[in-house]
């Protein structure tokens, strides 16, 4: 059965205090492993996909890196905006999402 | 324009009453979802479908069932809810392998 582990659950930052989320995954036949973002309220926002052992996607202050077992979204200089649960997800070779529990980010002015 | 829409936001209910929650997309998507997520925030996945498969998390009690009148949407019927329905019901569409796009989330409260 797939598993998707998020850690740490919690995450407080001050503003400019880089920092990594990692996302430990297994899964039968990866297709994809997916980064989103979800503010209080509203629905997870996609962030990034990717899909091989080395490939790494950015965007503004976040970058995604991803090996054959974990994942990594690694903030730069965060500001108090890039607070919210940022979730991981996995597609397997069986067509099935699987999310983990998320990672709650505060980032302090 | 609402990329993928859903109605109504908030659903305030009795214990055995029957409701439904509508979904739309249009992004011509070929595959919709609904997931539940519970007050832990956890995200299940409780449907998938494209125009040629329904796949069913084997957990959903077949009290909830998906109807698509056609490719852009989804809907979700509930029947004889109960206490442990609580949740928020988010509704998802993508090309089938790709990223999902979430509508704004559903708040059930059944009471």
């Known amino acids: 059965e797939d598993q998707v582990t998020q850690s740490p659950e919690a995450l407080r930052l001050q503003e400019g205090e880089s920092s990594s989320l990692n996302c430990s995954y297994t899964v039968s036949g990866l297709r994809g492993l997916f980064w989103y973002r979800q503010d209080p309220g509203k629905g997870p926002e996609f962030l990034f996909t990717?899909?091989?052992a080395g490939e790494e996607k950015e965007k503004e202050r976040l970058k995604a890196t991803l090996t054959k077992k974990e994942s990594f979204l690694h903030i730069t200089a965060p500001k108090p905006e890039d607070s919210a649960t940022y979730l991981c997800a996995v597609l397997d070779s069986g067509q099935n999402f699987v999310f983990g529990p998320g990672t709650r980010l505060s980032v302090l002015p | 324009d609402t990329a993928v829409s859903q109605t109504p936001k908030y659903l305030v209910t009795q214990m055995g009453n029957d409701k439904s929650i509508k979904c739309e997309q249009n992004?011509?998507?070929?595959?919709m979802y609904w997931y539940k997520q519970d007050s832990k925030k956890f995200l299940k996945i409780m449907f998938s479908y494209n125009n040629k498969e329904l796949i069913i998390n084997e957990t959903v009690p077949n009290r909830f069932s998906p109807k698509s009148p056609d490719k852009a949407h989804l809907n979700l019927h509930i029947n004889s809810l109960e206490l442990g329905d609580s949740a928020v019901y988010f509704c998802?569409?993508?090309?089938?392998?790709?990223?999902?796009?979430f509508g704004p989330g559903t708040r059930l409260t059944v009471t």
């Open positions: 990717l899909y091989s």
């Open positions: 992004l011509g998507h070929d595959t």
């Open positions: 998802a569409s993508s090309h089938l392998d790709r990223e999902q796009y």
